[in-house]
């Protein structure tokens, strides 16, 4: 079957001060129907840009698509109509934030918000997107739908307003949700109720998901497949066990081996957790013909910095962007 | 060793109004109900719990930095800091030091780094200028920043970099103990590495005693000697850190750590999560019972009627269920 979402080639430039930026450089990804894949990375090495951009959500007058192409179903969406992006957005292809305060609107009732949602992109009447939306409610599991509908964001916990913007996304059955940190701001125990909900979801309705994430646990519980990305590229991408288990990029390996996991049967032993030195490079620094990473890893040559390591394909359709792909 | 910081019977209200408006009676949360607990010399608590829990409230209390009603001991080498004023806060507020969260809003913008590190020592000690400036420039290397880097603005430096100012800052007047407030959480992955192990040097190098807060465990299994689990307001487990994390007995604790995501695939599929539904309840409007009773996958009608008390329930281990019996956690016989 073909790919529900394909990307290819896209970069994608943002006007800075300083110039143009590639903040995606030549980044192709394929998503499956019902596939749930995540992004993973630092801060700043273009997982939200590439969200944005599928969703069309670029910032406007500063990034824009260079050159590429987005498919969504066969249908090409770097050139579509604003109107028919529109169309596309919340029907489709849906979006959940980070700060699911900031993200919903302070002023009306979150059953408002809802059916909102459903009037404008179903056309349902008042009265039956009110209805529907109350199903929606009853569907994310929050207690006492019927009453909350009229609750404004400010009267609810973070994770039930999570849980509001879960059922906005998911109002229109979209065939992608694209969850952009969606757990950052909550507790853990919270996280594991969204990460059930999400799950539960997925299976109901066939959804792909989309996660963006740094916590690699969050992608083992979640994904099947993930890739990583650095400085506006691909790093590795493949199988989340299987890459978990043994990266074959070293930025991967840096962030899985950074990262203080909860492990079994502790014992006394503390060993010093793996650095990965230095931080992102700053935008004016993407797009070289060298490997961005180099400068902070261990296992840099002279090859790394002189050229861009072409992405290497492995079996189970692993691919790792490093020259030293092979050795790992 | 002995206790360096002993913590007796710990409450902190803050008054609230409700409904009823300016003539309303006030009312009173209490954010930290009644909590003891011990941390030895050069060792790390950390108080771990949810956003509402308790734990800042707490630390920031031991640190003398919160504005609600105080009641309880802070004993630190056997003096008492909560009854102390002015010149004695001085003395004191040179032994505890604070590392906040957010590196981004804690250093003021228009100071030079070399200025906000030096701050504590202005206003805390007598010390001649070129003491002063001897010290902040071995503060600066043992933090690792360069020298060069002291006369730049906090927007020059990224967010591991400002935290170390932070940490500099922090240590400037040779404190006894630093309560670190989620010190890496606004932090990238890749740059909490660099923090975590910067503080742990430091702490060997300085003998330094540590309040750790943190609500993740990861870092805190990492970071610990000892763990005091907090729920609202209450110390619900208390443990040195292998009994806490390998035999968890109080059920929150158990629940709280079934729901870190983990990346080993054998953990995900020996450790069935015990998902607790729901919110904890209203902190105005607390149960008369266990706090937990109404998220609890055992709660029996004795827990919802009477509140249990923090007891001991195997050596350094202590646990507030009444189901807890023996070192055995009442979810042993539900979990497989």
Known sequence: MAPLLKVENLRIELATRAGVAPVIDNLNLELGHGESISFVGESGCGKSMTALAIMGLLPEG?????????????????????????????????????EPMTSLNPVYTVGEQIAEVLRAHQGLSQKAAWKQAIELLNAVQIPNPKSRME??????????????????????????????????????????????????????????????????GAVAEMSERMIVMYAGRKAEEGPVDQVIARARHPYTHGLISCVPHIVANLTEERQDLTEVPGIVPGLSEFGQDLCLFSSRCPRVTDQCRQARPPEAHFGNSRISACWHAEEL | MSDLLDVQNLSVRFGVRRKGGFFAKPTYLTAVDDISFTVRKGETLAIVGESGSGKTTAALAIARLVSGLTSGKILLEGRDLLPLDREDLKDMRQKVQVIFQDPYSSLNPRKRAEDIVREPLDSLTDKSISEKREIVDGLFKAVGLHPEQKRLFPHQFSGGQRQRIGIARALSTQPEVIICDEPVSALDVAVQAQ??????????????????????????????????????????????????????????????LSAVPSVDPMLREQSRRILIPGDPPDPLDLPKGCRFASRCPVAEARCRDVAPRLKLAGSNHRAACHLVEDETSPLAGIRS
């Open chain 1, 62 to 98: 500063i990034g824009r698509v260079a050159s590429g192409s987005i498919q969504f179903d066969g249908e090409e969406l770097t050139t579509a109509s604003p109107r028919r992006l529109r169309e596309i957005r919340g029907n489709e292809i849906s979006m959940i934030f980070q």
């Open chain 1, 151 to 216: 609750s404004y964001p400010f009267q609810m916990s973070g994770g039930q307003r999570q849980r509001v913007m879960i059922a906005i996304a998911l109002a229109c059955t979209p065939k992608i949700l694209i969850a952009d940190e969606p757990t950052t701001a909550l507790d853990v125990t919270v996280q594991a109720q969204i990460f059930d909900l999400l799950r539960d979801l997925r299976a109901q309705t066939g959804t792909s998901i989309i996660m963006i994430t740094h916590d690699m």
């Open chain 2, 195 to 256: 923090i975590l192990n910067l503080l742990r040097r430091l702490q060997t190098e300085f003998g330094l005693t540590y309040v750790f807060i943190s609500h993740d465990l990861g870092v805190v299994q990492h970071m610990c000697d000892s763990v005091a689990v907090m729920y609202m307001g209450k110390i619900v487990e208390h443990a040195d850190r292998l009994s806490l994390f390998n035999n968890p007995l109080h059920p929150y604790t158990a629940a709280l």
